[in-house]
């Protein structure tokens, strides 16, 4: 196994992600095997070859700084779970 | 034993682009809450978002103006973690490939100039902005902040005292203001910065364990901060312990730094090539093209004020860091003024005004043609240069030219003698006394005498004629 339980578990944390200990079993399984199969890399020589950093081959997509209308309060807080004074209320948070 | 400070900060600037980084809402410091956003800024299910294409060309701006090579390629990398003021739960920054690397910025200190590095300039978006309720134990999020394009500036680790950081903190800004990018104002968060400081035993080569130090928001701040830390670190390692590497929370007010975050604890951001946005390639002509359109930079102009208009180091240096000020300087040398009488006035009695009213230089209501047409109005004679001090804050006011202002108050200097002496002989009638003295031979009473002259024309009685009709009066004595 190339990914331990503790690096599963680790993620999950960063992930927010409460996982029974069947899911970690499996997720450490799984995540081997992509990892694994990601290291057959290694048997080739791919050192003249450029990284890949993007799956499309576009480049330079720009927008023109025009100001267009924005939504409404009202519209953009349409969604929230709770709302006062025309802001989105969250739990306290002080970092 | 002597400990060395070493300090390297990252520094982030909104930029004053018209609208945000992704999406076409307005970027303006204020307004009503959520009322300058859309579904692409508060991170919806199914957005997409587009960059600014003038982020880039300042960001570009920016990096030359530091002396920075400038990427052929680059792109957007999102930067995950959850907080409410993030709605994506990602940053979208760069990581790998920014747009700027390997610059360097000139700072003045007691011992010459010195180089610091620039590590990297990237471009990112800000996030919104959160106000606490203490009372009902929630906080409110305003996401018009959200999305607000900021280039994030990271020095080398070639600062060495808070001085140094704050010469370097004050260079970035005239820099940034100058090439119009940001307004750079501190008080509405425009500029911020994160501070790494470390200590090393002087002489000692590598450099010590550092902590990093959030929530600086102004540049006494950063002083600030970095002197306590450099206190807290000395204390550890003179006690014998480790200093150990953290985040920590600056609380200016406290005076103090606490901490937020062990080694253990820190953010592990698992940065990805953002899918959303394409690559750049940064075409040479168009880097060529922001090279041209650069305009005279600080250092530039100081050293322009010392060559062309013999402004000392001092001088050149104080206005060269003001768009404002230098702009005065070059309009009121160009009606006619002379350069140090210009600098004089603009470094005094106008920087006077400036705090006094708790403007900045950029907001100096008149121009060079006024400034330049006081200081005629004293050579010339028409009035004494304590007069013109009292006009100073009156062209703050009204947009009456320093003419019309002695005029219209009755402020032109006598310099009648005739007028003069008979004022002479009514102080020496109201103070027998000083004139007593005088005969006794304390001849030092002349200064005082010269202060009832000035009084009694409310200050304006041209001082020469004043010495020279006072010379002949007391002679008569």
Redesign the interface.
């Known amino acids: 196994m190339s990914i331990t339980k503790k690096e599963v578990e ?1 993620l999950a944390n ?1 992930a ?1 992600l409460t996982l029974s200990d069947d899911e970690k079993a499996r997720l450490t399984r799984e995540m081997s095997n992509i990892i694994d199969f990601a290291q057959k890399l290694d048997e080739t020589d791919y050192d003249s070859v450029k990284p890949t ?4 081959a ?11 209308p ?4 009202s519209e ?2 349409q ?1 929230a779970p709770q709302q ?12 | 034993m002597k400990y060395e400070t070493v300090v390297g900060l990252e520094i982030h600037a909104e930029l004053s682009t018209k609208t945000k980084i992704y999406c076409s809402c307005e970027n303006s410091f204020g307004g009503s809450e959520n009322t300058r956003c859309c579904p692409v800024c508060i991170g919806l299910p199914g957005t997409l978002p587009t960059l600014n294409k003038k982020v880039v060309e300042y960001g570009i701006k920016a990096g030359l103006a530091m002396n920075c090579e400038i990427a052929e390629y680059s792109k957007q990398d999102r930067k995950n973690y959850f907080y409410p003021d993030l709605p994506k739960a990602y940053q979208i920054s760069q990581f790998d490939f920014p747009l700027c690397e390997h610059g360097f910025v000139i700072i003045d200190t007691e011992n010459g100039q010195k180089k610091i590095g620039i590590t990297r300039i990237h471009i990112e978006e800000d996030a919104g902005k959160f106000t606490h309720d203490p009372y009902r134990n929630l906080s409110r999020v305003d996401y018009n902040r959200g999305g607000v394009p900021l280039i994030e500036i990271v020095s080398e680790p070639d600062i060495r005292s808070s001085a140094e950081a704050n010469a370097f903190l004050e260079a970035v800004r005239s820099i940034l203001k100058c090439i119009g990018v940001s307004d750079c104002k501190m008080q509405e968060g425009s500029l911020r910065c994160d501070v790494n400081v470390s200590v090393r035993p002087e002489g000692q080569k590598e450099f010590g364990v550092r902590s990093e130090c959030k929530n600086v928001n102004s540049f006494s701040g950063a002083v600030r901060a970095i002197d306590y830390e450099r206190a807290r670190q000395i204390e550890i390692l003179e006690s014998g312990a480790e200093v150990e590497q953290e985040t920590r929370r600056w609380d200016d007010m406290a005076g103090k730094s606490f901490l937020l975050r062990s080694k253990e604890e820190a953010h592990d951001y698992r940065y990805f090539p953002e899918p959303d946005l394409m690559p750049m390639e940064i075409s040479r002509g168009w880097v060529e093209e922001i090279r041209e359109s650069l305009p005279e930079l600080p250092h530039e102009k100081k050293a322009r004020f010392m060559a062309e208009y013999g402004l000392p180091e001092y001088d050149s240096g104080l206005i060269s860091v003001s768009d404002g000020f230098s702009k005065l300087l070059d309009d009121t040398v160009g009606c006619g003024a002379a350069p140090k009488e210009a600098s004089n006035w603009i470094l005094g009695e106008i920087s006077k005004e400036i705090n006094e009213r708790c403007i900045t230089s950029d907001d100096v209501p008149f121009g060079g043609q006024a400034l330049a047409e006081l200081i005629a109005l004293i050579n010339k004679g028409t009035i004494s240069g304590s007069i013109a001090k009292q006009i100073v804050p009156d062209m703050f006011e009204s947009d009456k030219s320093p003419e019309e202002i002695v005029k219209a108050k009755g402020l032109l200097q006598i310099s009648d003698e005739g007028e003069i002496a008979k004022i002479i002989k009514e102080v020496f009638e109201a103070n027998p006394k000083a004139i007593e003295d005088y005969k006794g031979g304390k001849t030092n009473v002349r200064g005082f005498l010269t202060g009832q002259v000035m009084r009694a024309t409310k200050g304006k009685a041209n001082p020469a004629v004043i010495n020279k009709q006072l010379e002949i009066e007391l002679g008569k004595l």
């Open positions: 680790h960063l927010r950093m993007h799956a499309n576009k480049t330079n997509v720009f927008r023109e700084d025009e100001i267009k924005s939504f409404k309060a953009i807080l969604n006062d004074e025309g802001c989105f209320v969250v739990p306290r948070t002080v970092e």
